[in-house]
């Protein structure tokens, strides 16, 4: 590990779209802003950290999720992987002293106590051994009136070693300000740093098996319950749209394909983030509902979209939504407000970088 390489620390979910498009547009705009080679952490943590028996469920529950993944969806998103990401270095918590390069913290729910670094000894590990370090649209995935003081604890310490902090949340901005007294930049998702150009050059046309997606269709990716099935399946009907449902793990969708599909979508309908924020870039209609289950509370992450970009009126759980106000979206405005925060958040992340 040379100081010529910059390390970027998250979660790595190889299977997750939103994941594996957010690391990929991170890492290239580190990569062009630092002029320096860019590599991806895959933090791996010692069993006897966790106790052999958690170990053991996770390693089953690992086993029952990839055996529900069919074999060419897994080959589209490593095919992904290998053209378009980082490569890949794995590190476990007790090595994280060697890395004397700089580290950036970030993106996605990195910092969610459930999943999340801060869930490992990996977080402390790295506020204590490595010198460079900062965090670049990081994400708790919750709101301070759900962060135990156990975790509030952990948090203040962590946080306290890293010098330059954004956050990709309003929410995660007041987490900061409460556990440390700082001001933490709320910046955009670095899927939005990229240009809806940027992206439809890697994307893929996917074949779908008795799917014409030469005829308009409904994307659905709902990450949740499937408790708006029935209003979407109306919606559908109504506006004679053929219905791609993302819940079927059969279909041959990568992430390449995963952002092909929104872009030519006639309508999307989710409850995931990047769905929606893809949506916004390719100036798809999109319909954003709550996510339900047992994940939480996520809103946090749509209050902030609605805060830069008015979003309100497409979420299926506001006051003001209405199911065909999405047709109105003002999409001018969009692109204004877009590019005012784009701006704003690439020279922050560059003079952050710069002072690394």
Known sequence: MNDQQIYILSIFDPTNYGNRLQACALEAIVASLSDQEVLSVDCRRPVRKRGIAKILADLNRARIESRKMPIERRRRFRAFQDAHCAPVVEIAEHDVHGIVGPVVIGSDQCWNPGWGLGASEFGAQCAAGVDKKMAYAASFGIGMSDMTEEWGR???????????ISV???AGAEIVRELTGRDAKVVLDPTMLQTAKWWSEMEERPIIPGVDLDRPFCLKYVLGDDAASAKIAERCDHDDLRLVDLRDAHLPVGPAEFVWLIHHSALVCTDSFHATVFSLLFHRRFVVYERQGNAGNMSSRFDTLDAFFGINSNRACMGCFDEYSVD???????EQ?????????IAWLRCCLASL
């Open 337 to 345: 407000a877009l590019e005012e925060k784009r701006i704003d958040s």
């Open 328 to 334: 109105g979206f003002d999409w001018t405005g969009f």
């Open 154 to 164: 952990r948090y203040s310490e962590w946080l306290s070693g890293i010098e330059d």
């Open 168 to 170: 990709r949340e309003f």
